[in-house]
């Protein structure tokens, strides 16, 4: 099957059940998307499909095909990302292996909710876990990296 | 060139071409250890000595100006990435913007010093290395000035150093330009380390080194390894501890396509595949029949009803004063209470993972460990071949909490032997439901409360009888840590009270049930349970006596203790006795461990018949700070992993099989329920404690004694349950 990951197209052979997260870890070699539960309890395999949040491990790549799927790695390697900028900044990440699901549900949580609530961020970040504890400053990211996006929409 | 005096320190081959650009001229600081290891595991000796003259090595210096630090100890989470390179980067004067973190290899030169072997635990790192890391700071700053003295033909007492600089009058060099004559140097036998009062960085708040790795997906974790011809691993386990194969057939796990190789191993038999999802569905089409064995009977209720019963009879004595059974006969007011915790699995965010090759010259892993002094010894033992022979490339830990610490190296051990079995190089990766499934929980534990209350409301008389099963037992940490039949661990916390003090006749007492259950420490171990009932309980006396609880402690607490002082902080800053939002209560507690003093208060409310937990103010006395925002984070950390135990997670047994299986019935601590923690560190001069566990005692006696405040109801099981 063809798959659509980060822009670049990727064909592979796989079980038609297979999960998206295991395509993207074991086949295609993206490491940065996460398991945790195999059961979309913990979030840590947050990726998008044409730009929603999906949990990779129960989606099966079979029905992606003509989707655009985008993982942790599209964000860049330099941390540049408003999101990724915003991480820094407020030092959320302790063990770091919730850190690229987290980074997918923020950024998709900004892109449909430019300034979220602290209710908002409750909602959309609910479903991922970290067993550190980072929430708090996850919050405080959330909000910095809305801001940031902010100055790069006027800086644009 | 690189310096290899004792034949360990020399980066593996991998690691030396990926870093050969830096390492070209580069310095290693070869310098002795020189303190005796303190050993936490026995305090009349066990583990493996440490050599008494040691080569070590912490500190590359590229002719790029590139610090590279070598860490000892495993990151988890708890920030030794970037507070352990603070320390030596202070002794270094370098510029902290040229600072790179390695893990070390796996060698007994990078033995904790608290352990006497390699390992991270017991939120030891930052204290029992500190002394350490300074002393390699120095050395290195020391021979970087040897060099520069002599390339100037100056004395090196004219020289000083400067973010990454030498200088003497008119001339200046980067450590990068001194790094190769440096290198050539014989360590200096004694430094002098800077006095605090010097001291730029020690306790300035310092982003995270790690940052940048974890926010872009590229931070390596066991998990991630990719080798040419690796394969992927699940193994199919009893679902009752202590249960064997009775019978299998690989045929139909062997027609999924992917799998390649069935074999059996002494934990249960693994499938082996191209990738995970072939190895699971593999597993998943096995034909395997059990026999559960003795285990099969196990319930919690029949184990609960078995705790109630021993706890009815004093066991071995852990701690004891004054004729206590005379005074509690005579009392006039007597109080009872019997708490119950559960087990709990640690479930770290990464699944366990191990990745192993066995070649001729002897075995390679990858993988998370906090113990790699005990890991080497244990495939080393199932390979027969030398520790040395056994090379671990520890990779960042999705999490540890202790589980990463296995006496037994379970989940490398069982990896090893597939390796060995298939002849092949293998990852094993464990599911959740393995994870929730598969042991080493934090114990479950039952104390029993009497106190006899005196005529000011005092305690005049106080027993507590603990019955849960021992860590130790059955590992080689026995002889060190069990002492007349007690498992210190198992009284941490509760033998050592500080309210013991204050009450002239005290006994606390152990039971030591065994079972299959497999046991292990669970971030703050002991404390994790005894600080919820110690701290519950005095507040249960508090209230007896009519008193505050605040004002109680004070009159329990010696005056000048670190606990009260905490106490004081936390209570201040939250505005203990203030009147809060309507249907809001405040509890507090106090607790000591692993060396710092914790106190919290939380601020709570009952929603639809569900527990918030709105406020948080944590104070921590844990002496000298190294990285202040390292603290912050892990109270924040603990708070949360202690409120995931305090208000949803338990393991529990029915027909001898675990009745909880992923985060839907193993429920933790989500966003949506963290409250605001505000944390206040103690100035503080005295020794220095750890900060990975402390915070985590003192939450759960917090908010039962909210809920006591705001209901009247006194809740005495974890997790808290309102109907």
Redesign the interface.
Same mark, same amino acid.
Request: aromatic share 8%; hydrophobic share 35%; net charge negative.
């Given at each position: 099957m063809k798959l659509d990951i980060n822009g670049r197209e990727h064909v592979v052979d796989?079980?038609d059940d *297979?999960?998206l997260l295991?395509v993207l870890?074991?086949?295609v070699?993206?490491?940065?998307?996460?398991?945790?539960?195999? *059961?979309a309890?913990?979030g840590?395999c947050t990726v998008h499909v044409d730009g929603a949040p999906v949990r990779s491990c129960v989606t099966p790549a079979s029905a992606l095909a003509g989707k655009k799927v985008t993982?942790?790695?599209s964000?860049?390697?330099?941390?540049s990302h408003p999101?990724?900028r915003a991480?820094?900044?407020h030092?959320?990440?302790?063990?770091?292996?919730?850190?690229?699901g987290q980074?997918m549900s923020a950024v998709a949580l900004l892109k449909v909710k430019p300034k979220p609530s602290d209710a908002d961020?409750?909602?959309a *970040?609910?479903?991922?876990?970290?067993?550190?504890?980072?929430?708090?400053?996850?919050?405080s990211a959330v909000h910095r990296a809305a801001e940031l996006g902010e100055e790069n929409r006027h800086d644009a | 060139m690189t310096r290899d005096p004792g034949g360990l320190l020399q980066p593996s081959r991998r690691q030396f071409l990926a870093t050969s650009a830096s390492l070209a001229g580069g310095l290693v600081i070869a310098c002795f250890v020189p303190f005796g290891a303190r050993r936490l595991f026995a305090q009349e000796g066990a583990p493996p000595a440490a050599p008494a003259v040691d080569p070590n090595a912490f500190v590359r210096i590229g002719s790029d100006d590139t610090i590279t630090i070598l860490l000892k100890h495993a990151e988890m989470g708890q920030g030794v990435w970037t507070s352990l390179p603070m320390v030596v980067a202070e002794e270094l004067d370098c510029d902290w913007t040229r600072v790179r973190v390695e893990t070390a290899p796996n060698a007994q030169v990078y033995a904790n010093n608290a352990f006497g072997i390699q390992g991270t635990g017991g939120s030891t790192s930052t204290h029992e290395s500190f002394d350490q890391m300074r002393q390699a700071g120095a050395m290195a700053r020391a021979m970087l000035v040897e060099a520069a003295a002599k390339r100037w033909k100056v004395d090196a007492a004219t020289c000083r150093t400067e973010n990454g600089f030498v200088i003497s009058g008119a001339h200046k060099a980067s450590y990068g330009e001194l790094a190769d004559a440096a290198a050539r140097l014989k360590p200096p036998q004694k430094v002098v380390v800077k006095d605090p009062s010097k001291w730029t960085l020690i306790g300035k708040p310092t982003r995270r080194l790690d940052s940048l790795a974890k926010v872009t997906g590229k931070a390596g974790f066991g998990i991630d390894v990719q080798r040419p011809g690796l394969l992927v691993g699940v193994i199919a386990r009893c679902p009752v501890f202590g249960g064997t194969p009775k019978r299998f057939d690989a045929t139909s796990a062997k027609a999924i396509p992917g799998v390649v190789d069935v074999v059996q191993v002494p934990s249960g038999i693994a499938i082996l595949a191209n990738h995970f999802w072939a190895a699971k569905k593999g597993r998943e089409a096995l034909d395997v029949e059990w026999n559960a064995g003795a285990g099969a009977s196990l319930s919690t209720p029949a184990m609960r009803a078995d705790y109630r019963k021993r706890a009815d009879k004093p066991g071995a004595i852990a701690k004891q004063a004054g004729s206590v059974d005379a005074v509690l006969e005579a009392a006039g007011t007597r109080i009872e209470a019997v708490y119950e915790v559960p087990f709990l699995a640690h479930a770290p965010m990464e699944p366990l993972n191990c990745t192993v090759e066995i070649g001729k010259d002897g075995c390679e892993i990858w993988t998370g460990t906090q113990f790699q002094g005990v890991d080497q010894g244990v495939v080393a033992g199932i390979l027969g071949i030398k520790p040395e022979q056994v090379k671990i490339h520890t990779q960042f830990l999705g999490g540890g909490f202790g589980r990463r610490a296995n006496p037994q190296s379970d989940f490398i051990a069982e990896a090893v032997h597939v390796a060995k079995a298939a002849n092949k190089p293998v990852k094993i990766v464990w599911t959740r439901e393995d994870d929730i499934h598969g042991g080493y929980y934090r114990p479950m534990w039952l104390s029993r409360f009497v106190a006899a209350l005196g005529a000011d409301g005092m305690p005049s008389a106080w027993t507590h009888t603990v019955v849960g099963q021992s860590i130790a037992a059955g590992t080689p940490f026995a002889a060190g840590m069990i002492k007349d039949g007690v498992d210190v661990t198992s009284v941490e916390g509760a033998a050592d009270s500080p309210y013991l003090a204050a009450i002239a006749a005290h006994r606390v007492d152990l039971h030591t049930p065994e079972s299959p259950i497999p046991v292990l420490w669970w971030r703050s171990v002991g404390h994790s349970h005894t600080a919820f009932v110690v701290e519950s309980f005095v507040d249960e006396l508090a209230h007896a006596a009519k008193v505050d609880p605040l004002a109680y402690r004070r009159k329990l607490l010696p005056a000048d203790s670190r606990n009260l002082r905490a106490l004081e902080l936390a209570a201040r800053e939250f505005g203990w006795g203030k009147p809060l939002a309507k249907g809001h209560a405040a509890g507090l507690a106090a607790h000591e461990s692993f060396g710092s003093h914790v106190a919290q208060v939380a601020e709570l409310s009952v929603e639809d018949g569900r527990i918030r937990v709105h406020r948080v103010v944590c104070a921590i006395d844990c002496g000298p700070v190294v990285n202040p925002m390292t603290i912050e984070a892990q109270m924040q950390s603990a708070i949360a992993f202690g409120l995931s135990a305090a208000l949803h997670s338990e393991v529990t047994f029915k027909d001898g099989k675990v009745e909880q299986s992923n985060f839907h019935d193993y429920r933790v601590l989500r966003l949506d329920e963290m409250p605001k923690v505000e944390v206040h560190i103690v100035k503080s001069t005295e020794k220095m404690g750890g900060v990975g566990e402390p915070g985590l005692p003192p939450i759960a006696p917090a908010v039962a004694n909210a809920l006591f405040a705001l209901t009247g109801k006194r809740l005495r099981n974890l997790p808290l349950k309102l109907a």
């Open positions: 796989v079980p *297979m999960p295991w870890r074991d086949v070699g993206l490491t940065g998307t996460k398991f945790g539960c195999g *059961m309890q913990c840590a993982t942790i790695e964000l860049g390697s330099d941390g999101v990724q991480w820094i900044e030092d959320v990440v302790q063990c770091g292996y919730c850190q690229s980074i961020i409750d909602a *970040m609910g479903g991922n876990i970290c067993r550190c504890g980072t929430y708090q400053r996850i919050r | -």
